[in-house]
């Protein structure tokens, strides 16, 4: 060898081309989170002058793939297999990492689900590389830097940081659902679907699904427009009765802090903040929720926040485009008459 | 015997923190340390299968070494044996390379107190806060990966087969795989017990085992702390809290101030937003 | 399991009890330090001023390292009118070598001075309340936990569980505390800047201040304010007599706004941002509130045992003190392998013969002059009426200076009832200073 090598110098990824996003779905249904990283995924990848890939597992989920294109992928690969029926680990990170060595994408982007996180954190080990988790920010350093900038809430969400991973190919992140927009869906869009087989069979697999217990009650605060929540200051959990009055006259569901959750007044997965859901509806009215800054972090990119408390100094109101001091009692029953009566789901009275 | 381990680490207790009004930076002095609160519902469970079955219960933590109060706290609570895996070197990891010393730990409990059956770890933690760790040690030990658990159903340690409830956004999945097998707990899965006198003597009592580099024998110096983690933490800022001016109507009666707010929603084109305007014709004059 | 034996178990990790387990433990004794907090000081709380005396007594090589704020050099008096004060103060380096007391934070200190205690040898139990005591006839054996399989067992048990001693109360040596024999005190620790602190007090890096206020402060009721220099903090607090709380119906948070906004205070913590706030009882029922000491396998110490000269705000180190000799007093009782109260009253002696006994005698008759006298002519009328009286002094207004004397002693006759009430309340305060 005439010349040393620069041990300064970055490795070549030259190889290394495109952004994949790997589309989660349960019994045929895609997650909306996986568009939105078609969304932000697109982004990225134009910046990059690279292709949209995504990744669809399942059984019978062909129309999936299409889907993907329809929501910004230029080329789709699809893994269908009566072993990707159910999500299991082993079978679903065999897939992802054959195809990850096989196409080798820069980036690799999965939804911070419990699915996503579940199935990114063994991949990354595998391969091995960089994993950041629960990004809310994610942008690309121009070529020929390419470095993705992955970020995200950092100690309680009190700061924000930014991650990179320069020595290792692929780049990976998991992200936030609710955070990114998903294109407008556009079927006319082209692309191409590229099948891809699953290395593993059944006799190889020790984990069984045996069942689903679909909890009906369960809300999808992530997917809703309009949340009316509520915290200690509703006083008894009985509070909530009448929140949900509110919500259903909104055409929205009902949120919680972490304080009433804990209280044992409504489920974990009303749950809104930093260990709950993040959301970002259109309307949400905080209701005797102080807005702790671990609430608010869950809550803030909401369209419009409307918050109602008796004490005028609650931090909640400093974020708050509408709010009304007083007792959430007397003013919340007056909103569901108001609500009512505009949307005329009130009988009409006679005059 | 079953041996089981608990993967438990020390946090700085996030409420505790603050950030430096001037220098936008983390004031982490004078926080104090604490149990991640999702790894102890982990041991927690641990300890049910020790009533239950029979196991041996050991902790392991990767930390400086005042995580030893978090340990002693473990050995209240029933563990059997608590050890320290701590070094500089071992700094600055990152989940890939926490996940590695943690996966080469295991392996050295195993060799010295038997063939471990089952890990558990926590969701997340509060301050890494990204649920990997977990994954990452399934993947290098070749265990049977079981996260977002929040009930064991069954074990058949015959049979060595598990039973649990995955929590997911939209239900529970009932999954059945073979032991060996990592989970990760959540909160939900049962309540922590409280120590006993005797057990609260014997962790006053009680030195945790230390581990350090040198105490493993094929451990890969280029794959741990800072220099084998291949995340790098590039800035990091206080984010701005967008200035809102809001409208807020104090002193208003109820009904008032019930209507102005609809008012303006409604103004803010709330129905259209929301795809009302159709119905909005109906309404009756 | 047979149930294990201690040599001693101390229950309550304040100044007192980590005092005693260290001596014990020193001595190679058996120790369990039982406390209820998380860790030792997590819930305490004082206003601020530890001695170095009765801490260097039992630490003669480690109490250099204990955790302080700041050396105090200067203590200062205020007499509060409704917005001016009339001060008293003394400051002299001479307070600095040896030092004489720190500005201290309990969290902190305790949390130390129990670990001086743990690396002797002395067992921590902590988040463990002691629920009552384990007697046996007329001797007590050991303490009941609220943990399961609770019981611990022992020769003697030395009782340092704090004002509300809840153990002295299960002994029968106690009663509740009646309104008159306790304060109830509140306290904010407000954070500032360490520059703004040594400007707005005239201080040098690790020099601090302390200023004691009563007069209109206290609303009213029999009550002293402090006002204390951290490093990066200020300790503000006001203690105000409990049967005077009761009696007005305020709440102690009402009085520490008021004392906020008074114009020599507000000042001073202005733009501070208030960090910890919390309340706690203190002891000043005086030598006469004093309970038994020991008994058969037991001793009571510090704030159980009601030993505070609240006159001089000296608590812990009565405290640490008392921690000492019933440690000594059960090592003694050890050797002889007699945990009756003949040995153990050792202790008692030793009490006897140390400043804490004289001191508390000294002012015993304190208690009884602030609980008969009008709180409202102490802490109102009076104070009042000398800052009226200086106000004029120092007033230059053409008036006469003779006239002016005659102005400032009828603001005082006034205040006090005539000049014989003001001689009889000056006597009787003499007597209650003076045993
Ligand atoms: C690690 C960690 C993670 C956390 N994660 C989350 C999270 O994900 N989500 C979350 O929400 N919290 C979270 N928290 C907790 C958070 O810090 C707060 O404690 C919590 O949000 C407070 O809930 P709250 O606003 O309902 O209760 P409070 O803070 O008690 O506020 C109640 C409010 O109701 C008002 N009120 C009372 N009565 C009335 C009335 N009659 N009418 C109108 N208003 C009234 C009061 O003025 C007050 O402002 C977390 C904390 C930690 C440490
Ligand atoms: C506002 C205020 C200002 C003061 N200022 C000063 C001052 O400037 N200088 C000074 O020297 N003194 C001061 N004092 C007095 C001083 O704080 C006390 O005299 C001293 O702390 C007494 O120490 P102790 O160990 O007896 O009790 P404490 O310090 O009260 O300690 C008792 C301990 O026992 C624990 N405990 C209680 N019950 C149980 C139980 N059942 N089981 C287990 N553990 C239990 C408690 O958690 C606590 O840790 C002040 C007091 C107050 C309230
Ligand atoms: N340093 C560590 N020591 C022991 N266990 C850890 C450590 N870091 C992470 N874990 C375990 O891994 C889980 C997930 O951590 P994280 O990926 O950091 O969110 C935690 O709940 C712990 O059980």
């Known amino acids: 060898m005439t010349e040393a090598r620069n041990p300064n110098t970055e490795p070549d990824w030259s190889e290394y081309r495109g952004v994949l996003v790997v589309v989660e779905q349960r019994e045929g249904k895609a997650r909306p989170v996986s568009w939105q990283l078609l969304g932000i995924g697109r982004q990225l990848a134009q910046k990059l002058e690279v292709d949209t890939l995504a990744l669809v597992m399942g059984q019978d989920v062909e129309h999936l793939a299409r889907e993907a294109i329809s929501y910004g992928a230029d080329k789709v690969y699809l893994a269908d297999d009566p072993v990707l029926k159910d999500y299991r680990t082993f079978p679903y990170s065999r897939v992802c990492l054959e195809l990850i060595r096989e196409i080798k994408p820069e980036i690799v982007l999965f939804g911070a689900t419990y699915t996503g996180r579940d199935l990114a954190g063994a991949i990354a080990t595998h391969l091995p590389t960089g994993l950041t988790a629960d990004s809310t920010m994610l942008d690309v350093e121009p070529p020929p830097s390419r470095l993705l900038l992955a970020s995200r809430p950092a100690f309680s969400e009190k700061m924000v940081a930014t991650i990179l991973c320069k020595k290792y190919r692929p780049q990976m992140a998991t992200a936030r659902p609710g955070v990114f927009d998903a294109l407008p869906r556009d079927p006319s869009r082209q692309g191409e679907i590229i099948p891809f087989r699953c290395p593993v069979k059944e006799e190889d697999v020790a984990a069984r699904v045996l069942d689903f217990i679909q909890d009906e009650q369960k809300v999808h605060l992530e997917d809703a427009s309009v949340i009316v929540a509520g915290g200690r200051g509703l006083g008894s959990p009985d509070g909530f009765k009448m929140l949900k009055e509110l919500a259903d006259a909104l055409g929205g569901v009902v949120g919680a802090s972490r304080a009433v959750v804990e209280a044992g007044w409504i489920s974990h997965d009303h749950q809104v903040g930093q260990t709950g859901h993040t959301v970002r509806p259109k309307l949400y009215i905080a209701v005797g929720i102080s807005g702790a800054v671990q609430h608010v972090v869950g809550m803030q990119n909401s369209d419009v926040i409307v918050a109602i408390n008796k004490d005028p100094s609650a931090p909640i109101f400093k974020i708050a485009h509408y709010g009304v001091v007083g007792d959430w009692s007397q003013i919340v029953p007056a909103m569901i008459e108001e609500v009512k009566k505009r949307r005329g789901l009130l009988p009409v009275e006679k005059a | ?285 | 399991m047979a149930q294990e034996k201690f040599d001693a178990i101390v229950v309550g990790a304040g100044p007192a009890g980590s005092a005693a387990a260290y001596t014990m433990a020193k001595a190679g004794l058996s120790v369990v330090l039982l406390e209820r907090g998380e860790f030792p000081g997590a819930k305490n709380l004082f206003g601020g001023v530890l001695y170095r005396k009765q801490l260097e007594e039992i630490l003669p090589d480690k109490w250099k390292k204990a955790p302080v704020e700041r050396r105090v050099v200067e203590q200062r008096i205020w007499l509060m009118g409704e917005e001016s004060a009339v001060t008293l103060g003394h400051r002299n380096e001479a307070y600095k070598e040896p030092v004489n007391c720190w500005t201290a934070l309990r969290v902190k200190f305790d949390q130390w001075f129990a670990d001086q205690a743990v690396e002797a040898g002395a067992l921590p139990i902590y988040s463990t309340v002691a629920t009552e005591l384990i007697t046996e006839g007329d001797r007590v054996i050991g303490v009941r936990t609220d943990r399961e399989d609770g019981d611990l067992y022992a020769d003697a048990v030395i009782i340092a569980d704090g004002v509300n001693s809840l153990l002295g109360k299960s002994l029968g040596i106690h009663r509740e505390w009646k309104p008159d024999e306790v304060s109830l005190a509140v306290k904010e620790v407000i954070a500032l800047p360490r520059e703004k602190i040594e400007d707005r007090f005239n201080l040098e890096k690790d020099e601090g201040v302390t200023i004691e206020f009563f007069g209109k402060t206290s609303l009213g009721m029999a009550g002293m304010g402090f006002l204390y220099t951290n490093k990066d903090t200020l300790s503000l607090g006001i203690g105000v007599m409990v049967n005077h709380l009761k009696k007005k119906k305020i709440k102690p948070y009402e009085i520490l706004d008021h004392v906020k906004k008074h114009p020599m205070i507000r000042r001073l913590i202005e733009g501070g941002e208030v960090k910890e706030y919390s309340g706690h009882l203190i002891p000043e029922g005086g030598w006469n509130s004093v309970p038994p000491l020991s008994g058969n396998g037991w001793c009571i110490v510090g704030d159980a045992a009601q030993l505070v000269n609240f006159v001089h705000r000296e608590g812990s180190n009565l405290a640490m003190t008392s921690g000492r000799y019933a440690g000594e007093a059960v090592i003694e009782a050890k050797k002889r392998g007699d945990f009756s109260q003949e040995t153990l009253s050792l202790y008692d002696e030793k009490i006897h013969q140390s400043f804490i006994r004289k001191d508390l005698v000294k002012y015993k008759g304190m208690h009884e002059f602030l609980k008969e006298e009008d709180p409202d002519l102490l802490f109102n009328r009076l104070p009042q009426a000398a800052n009226q009286a200086l106000y004029e002094l120092f007033l230059v207004d053409g008036v006469p200076k003779g006239e002016k004397q005659k102005k400032m002693l009828n603001y005082l006759k006034e205040a006090g009832g005539g000049a014989w009430g003001l001689a009889k309340l000056g006597i009787k305060g003499w007597r209650a200073m003076n045993g």
């Open chain 2, 1 to 285: 015997m079953l041996h089981i381990v608990v993967c438990v680490k020390q946090v700085p207790d996030s409420r505790e923190i603050r950030i430096h009004p001037k220098t936008n930076t983390l004031i982490r002095q004078g926080v104090p340390a604490i149990a991640n609160f999702y790894d102890m519902h982990g041991l927690e469970e641990a300890l049910r299968i020790k009533d239950q079955h029979g196991a041996r219960i050991t902790v392991i933590t990767m930390g400086p070494p005042p995580a030893e109060k978090t340990l002693k706290e473990c050995i209240s609570l029933g563990a059997d044996e608590a050890i320290l895996v701590t070094d500089r070197k071992f700094a600055g990891a990152d989940t890939l390379a926490t996940s590695y010393v943690l996966a080469k730990a295991i392996q050295k409990a195993a060799e010295e107190f038997g063939p471990v059956d089952l890990v558990f770890c926590g969701k997340q933690t509060l301050d890494g806060d990204t649920g990997q760790v977990g994954p990452g040690i399934a993947c290098r030990l070749d265990l049977e990966q079981l996260t977002y658990v929040e009930k064991v159903v069954r074990l058949d340690v015959e049979k060595r087969r598990i039973t649990v409830h995955r929590h997911l956004e939209d239900g529970v999945e009932v999954v059945e795989t073979r032991l060996p097998a990592l989970i990760t707990a959540l909160q939900e899965m049962n309540k922590v017990r409280r120590a006993s006198l005797p057990g609260m003597i014997r962790a006053a009592r009680y030195k945790p085992i230390v581990w350090t580099v040198k105490d493993f024998s094929d451990i890969d110096v280029s794959k741990i702390g800072l220099k084998g983690s291949p995340t790098i933490v590039a800035k990091s800022w206080v984010p701005e809290q967008k200035p809102v001016d809001g409208e807020i109507l104090e002193d208003t009666p109820p009904e008032e101030a019930a209507r102005q707010l609809v008012d303006k929603l409604w103004e803010t084109e709330l129905p259209e937003k929301l795809g009302w305007d159709a119905e909005r014709e109906e309404v009756a004059p």
